[in-house]
């Protein structure tokens, strides 16, 4: 990381389920670039936010939930290690999930700067999970939320099943297109499904409150 001030409060938000079988220090294990990021020497050190309301990094055994609602400050080069970071969830995941990774402009002011000045705001979502079969339906199904959410404002629900349909049919095309390349690689990055998450420009989207 950079010397200079972080540039970016970075919150991760989202819970992944995972194998029954999966112990702390597997999960420890997977998500050794976030705690290094931030200069911990265990998950333990690195788990609490950086906001007191915010429960940071927890695992529920009973649930076999990792749960995160964690806050840091960093720059850009922590995209690497949250892609490190899934990759190693994907190990252990036992279904497909997605993580919010929102980036703040720690400098930007709203208030004191000019009009035409933009924060360098961003927001990405990452997917993870055991298959790429289970990544892609998390990623249909927020689609479809998206969309359903979006064009319900002009149209009765009844009528967006072709809608519906034909996202999945666009899916299942992708799945066999990968199935028959045998190029399963990560699942692609981006600004997240259709619906006005994030990204930069605009209204700043405010940090989870709790």
Not at 4 to 26: N, S, W
Not at 73 to 96: H, P, Q, Y
Not at 134 to 157: K, S
Not at 159 to 185: C, H, K, N, P, Y
Request: charged letters at 30%; a negative charge; glycine letters at 8%.
């Amino acid at each position: 990381m950079s010397q200079q001030p972080p540039p970016f409060e970075i919150h991760v938000h989202g819970d992944v389920r995972l194998r029954d079988e999966v112990d702390f220090p597997q999960i420890q294990e997977a998500l050794k670039p976030l705690w290094k990021y931030v200069g911990a020497r265990s998950l333990v050190d690195a788990a609490p936010s950086h906001y007191e309301d915010e429960p940071g990094i927890r695992f529920d055994p009973n649930e076999h939930l990792l749960q995160l609602c964690w806050t840091l400050e960093g720059d850009e080069d922590f995209r690497l290690a949250i892609d490190e970071a899934c990759m190693g969830l994907n190990e252990i995941a036992a279904t497909g999930a997605a993580l919010e990774v929102s980036f703040y402009d720690i400098e930007f002011d709203e208030e004191e700067a000019p009009e035409e000045e933009e924060a360098r705001d961003d927001f990405v979502l990452c997917f993870v999970g055991p298959t790429p079969a289970a990544i892609m339906q998390v990623q249909r199904d927020l689609l479809v939320q998206d969309v359903v959410n979006l064009m319900e404002r002009h149209f009765d629900a009844s009528e967006l099943t072709d809608v519906v349909q034909a996202i999945d049919r666009l899916f299942t095309d992708r799945f066999e297109a990968l199935v028959s390349s045998m190029q399963l690689g990560r699942p692609p990055r981006g600004a997240g499904p259709a619906g006005g998450h994030g990204g930069h420009g605009g209204p700043r989207k405010p940090r989870h409150l709790h």
